[in-house]
């Protein structure tokens, strides 16, 4: 999305950017290692040379997610680089540092000085965490991503009501992803017998959560349901998008999830956890359903009602797919978060 951002404004703006890539993984982020400090001292003095000493210049900046690591980084970064600047624009990509300041006082007060009192906070949804009043924001935004998807074809929808469902999950492979919500889920709709697959793409983030749940499958016989495809990109994941007839998303909890316009953007309903980034997305009953957090019973009922009704399969893709277009294709995240920084330049 900040490469979108980048594109996207390049030509309205003086705009120097500087790439931080703390990180070469998803499984690397928020972990120690000695070359992110040498890192992180190299992207502060990169940094100093491009702001100069004139505090002429906006400093836009996306913080990490709320673990130790990452915010102690971001209080180095930010308390060093902010004299240096004529305003501070922060989007919270990862939410929860105003509830993670609350709770440990001592480093929620180094947080404070350097979050605080921004020029403006980002957020991609109204569900997201309120980071920026959290830290006495000048003005809070509201930017969902967008972007064009590629690889979108046709909308895939059983054409009787016996053949298997077939279901898609992408993501990191963790907890509070709901991988686990997914097995249980699994589990209860084979005893109703519904036919259906479930076809999971994506890494694993630990060994032992991956060692529990090949464990699980194997305690209620679901290898002939449940396949794990691994990271698949391009054609290869749009070809997973355009195999599946519902997308699944038991999430704990997100900013967002971009997974949920890939599916849309292949008419594909959403079945997804009532909580935040979700929330923000999915209309439910109309592109799609939200059920309770962790709660497997509920979403079987809901991916059992659309096996038992394909067509209703078919009316909530389409309807996915116009809100998509409406509303998250990558012009509509341009202008927003244009919108963003043209109001911040006029207001000072």
Request: with cysteine; proline share 4%.
């Amino acid at each position: 999305m900040i490469d979108l951002m980048v594109h996207g404004i390049e030509d309205k703006y003086e705009l120097q950017f500087i790439r931080m890539a703390f990180s070469d993984s998803v499984s690397e982020a928020g972990k120690f290692r000695l070359g992110k400090v040498w890192h992180l001292l190299s992207l502060i003095v990169k940094t100093w040379r491009a702001l100069g000493i004139r505090r002429n210049k906006y400093l836009y900046y996306p913080p990490g997610s709320a673990n130790l690591l990452p915010i102690i980084r971001d209080i180095i970064f930010l308390l060093l680089v902010r004299p240096f600047c004529k305003g501070l624009v922060l989007q919270f990509h990862s939410g929860g540092l105003g509830n993670y300041a609350d709770r440990h006082p001592v480093i929620g007060f180094f947080m404070r000085l350097a979050y605080g009192r921004m020029n403006a906070g980002i957020v991609q949804g109204e569900s997201c965490p309120d980071d920026p009043s959290a830290f006495k924001a000048r003005e809070r935004f509201v930017v969902p991503h967008g972007m064009d998807i590629r690889g979108v074809g046709a909308v895939g929808v059983p054409e009787e009501k016996e053949r298997e469902l077939r279901i898609l999950f992408v993501g990191i492979h963790t907890t509070d992803k709901g991988v686990f919500t997914l097995a249980e889920t699994a589990k209860i709709l084979k005893k109703r017998n519904v036919a259906f697959k479930i076809a999971m793409v994506g890494r694993w983030y630990t060994e032992s959560e991956e060692l529990k749940f090949l464990q699980y499958v194997e305690q209620y016989d679901l290898n002939n349901e449940i396949s794990m495809k691994g990271v698949l990109v391009n054609d290869e994941l749009w070809a997973m998008y355009e195999w599946a007839d519902i997308f699944f998303f038991p999430t704990f909890g997100e900013t967002f999830g971009l997974v949920q316009l890939e599916a849309m953007a292949h008419g594909l309903p959403v079945v997804a956890s009532e909580c935040s980034g979700p929330m923000d997305v999915i209309a439910d009953g109309e592109t799609g359903f939200l059920c309770g957090i962790d709660q497997p019973t509920e979403f079987a009922d809901k991916l059992a009602l659309l096996y038992q009704q394909p067509k209703l399969i078919r009316r909530l893709g389409a309807k996915a797919k116009e809100r998509y277009n409406e509303y998250y294709r990558e012009k509509h995240f341009r202008d927003r978060i244009n919108a963003v920084f043209q109001h911040v330049l006029a207001r000072d």
